[in-house]
């Protein structure tokens, strides 16, 4: 396998997609900003903003807060259900309904029991009430399980997002069990995506086929741990591959990204995968690292406070402990710069006013602080 980066340039038209030459990986780049701590928490996963600018972080043991900017005060949320926290399982992504503000509705997602020992990923949403210094989840309802619920724990992915119509998007991982990736009578490996209410839309490009592969969007997929949309709507996925090929995906209707099929990294017993380039009926990552940037958290931002990163993703790296900055043109990426952080990003999110805020992740050596980025000043 290669043990450089690659960036892959794809077609827009097709599955197959297309690729361009190897580009060497990048220095660490000059930070510019500075990190301020700002609170910790145990073992963080995801945050959102509330209207009135506080912050909702959730843990993967199953604890969830609101969290004011100053770092002094913050509120438990109660009524989550319980999660299954092991392994990768726990509390995961949270996120308001576009309509927050009439509905008070919250979505979240966590890993759920099954029988025996067998767990699954679940998006639930519940109306999130707050009363001065105590909030509660009310009424909280699953509204779609991965299935099967399979053992171990590791690769639910169950990252979650809204587009503009106002549809549900949720990646569901593979589980680490390979072959449910292209199996069209499991969710698992898909980029799924449903109504607000869980109810499958009639456009889906499998929904004639019924059950759950009606919810599919895309097929072919790992471990997703990111998920945004682009200014112009376009959705963009990226994932962790096996050992090497981390992938960020630019989702097309009906797609299958070819995993474990093919993939630019190999399986970590040392038994290689095709890479992508043999099979072009499947579609190419339109960037691939290796080595990896075990990615986690994703954002495309839209402030201004940060120059040139207007449009930008900005992804977090756990075992690169960086934040990489991807340069987008329309449907071609490319990595621009990587900062080292020094310790391992989980979560990425972008404030009200357009400051980036990080989540530490809260194993292996790292504490679960929460950062906001201060942009450095410039003189001239």
Request: net charge negative.
């Amino acid at each position: 396998m290669r043990l450089v980066t690659l960036a892959f340039f794809a077609c827009a038209v097709g599955l197959g997609g297309g690729t361009a030459a190897a580009q060497a990986q990048p220095a660490p780049a000059p930070k510019p900003f500075t990190e301020r701590e700002v609170a910790r928490f145990d073992e963080p996963w995801a945050m959102t903003f509330l209207p009135d600018g506080r912050l909702l972080v959730s843990e993967r043991g199953g604890g969830l807060w609101i969290q004011d900017l100053a770092g002094n005060r913050r509120i438990r949320v109660g009524g989550v259900p319980a999660v299954v926290h092991a392994g990768q399982g726990g509390l995961g992504d949270v996120v308001l309904h576009p309509r927050f503000a009439d509905n008070g509705l919250l979505y979240f997602s966590y890993a759920e029991a099954g029988e025996g020992d067998t767990a699954g990923a679940a998006v639930a949403r519940a109306k999130l009430a707050i009363d001065g210094d105590s909030a509660a989840l009310q009424d909280p309802q699953v509204i779609w399980r991965q299935q099967p619920k399979v053992e171990g724990r590791g690769h639910y992915s169950h990252r979650i997002a809204f587009d503009r119509a106002g549809m549900l998007w949720i990646t569901s991982g593979e589980r680490q069990k390979f072959d449910p990736a292209q199996d069209m009578a499991s969710n698992l490996g898909k980029v799924i995506r449903l109504r607000d209410d869980g109810s499958v839309p009639p456009d889906n490009p499998f929904a004639a086929q019924g059950g759950v592969a009606a919810q599919v969007w895309t097929l072919g997929h790992r471990n997703m741990l990111g998920i945004a949309f682009d200014g112009d709507g376009r959705l963009w996925v990226h994932e962790m591959g096996p050992r090497g090929g981390d992938e960020l995906n630019l989702i097309e209707k009906g797609a299958n990204y070819g995993y474990p099929i093919v993939s630019n990294g190999d399986h970590y017993d040392g038994r290689p995968i095709p890479d992508h380039d043999t099979r072009p009926e499947f579609r190419a990552p339109v960037v691939s690292w290796t080595p990896v940037i075990s990615p986690a958290g994703f954002v495309i931002y839209s402030g201004d406070r940060y120059p040139g990163w207007k449009g930008s993703g900005l992804i977090g790296g756990l075992s690169s402990q960086s934040l990489v900055r991807v340069a987008f043109d329309g449907v071609h990426a490319r990595e621009a710069e990587r900062f080292d952080m020094g310790t391992r990003i989980r979560e990425v999110e972008q404030g009200p006013d357009g400051t980036i805020w990080l989540l530490e992740d809260g194993g292996r050596g790292s504490q679960g602080r929460l950062f906001r980025l201060e942009p450095r000043q410039t003189s001239g």
